[in-house]
T-cell receptor
């Protein structure tokens, strides 16, 4: 059974700082997704990573995938308050299967 | 931009009652999903649906749950006899090709 571990689960950081969220998963997969969720809201798709070595950037966020290490990272550069949210990684266990397996999420708080 | 819609946004019901949660997936999408998120916890897969039949379901999706696409646009989740532990946010998602899934805003179900 696929397990997806995120760390840290809670992250409080100052504006302007950099940090990385890690997502490890237990079985082979080459499809990984990052979602953002604001309190009481739905899941907003941030990044789709479909192959080993994939790197995607949008604004202050950059995501990468290392399928050999079964690891994805979400790097935050020069954080701003608007990035405060919960970030989930989700893994497709069979590469085009019917479901996503989510990590527990990382609740990010960016303090002014 | 096309989006997944869900109704109602909040449903309150008594234990033992039947509820139907409704979703309208993105119009050209072919794969449909239900997930749930108990407050403060991770998102869990319930069921996927393709070509008018269930293609995969989780252990959570027992005989009390059913899904239907009654009219070619709506996609419904029925819980026959609700329990207290069914209280959660229920998200519908759709995808065009078993790739990236797009999530609706969710229905908050409260069972009293």
């Amino acid at each position: 059974e696929l397990k997806v571990e995120q760390n840290p689960l809670f992250l409080s950081m100052q504006e302007g700082k950099n940090y990385t969220i890690y997502c490890n998963y237990s079985t082979t997969s080459d499809r990984l997704y990052w979602y953002r969720q604001d309190p009481g809201k739905s899941l907003e798709s941030l990044f789709v990573l479909l192959s080993n070595g994939a790197v995607k950037q949008e604004g202050r966020l950059m995501a990468s995938l290392d399928t050999k290490a079964r690891l994805s990272t979400l790097h935050i550069t020069a954080a701003v308050h608007d990035l405060s949210a919960t970030y989930f990684c989700a893994v497709d266990p069979q590469g085009g299967s019917e479901k996503l397996v989510f990590g527990k999420g990382t609740k990010l708080t960016v303090n002014p | 931009e096309p989006e997944v819609t869900q109704t109602p946004s909040h449903q309150v019901t008594q234990m033992g009652q039947e509820v139907i949660l409704r979703c309208v997936p993105i119009s050209n999408h072919l794969y449909f999903y239900w997930y749930r998120q108990i407050l403060g916890q991770k998102v869990e897969f319930l069921v996927s649906f393709y070509n008018n039949e269930i293609s995969e379901k989780s252990e959570i999706f027992d005989d009390q749950f059913s899904v239907e696409r009654p009219d070619g646009s709506n996609f419904t989740l029925k819980i026959r006899s609700t329990k207290l532990e069914d209280s959660a946010m229920y998200f519908c998602a759709s995808s065009i090709d078993r790739g990236e899934q797009f999530f609706g805003p969710g229905t908050r179900l409260t069972v009293l």
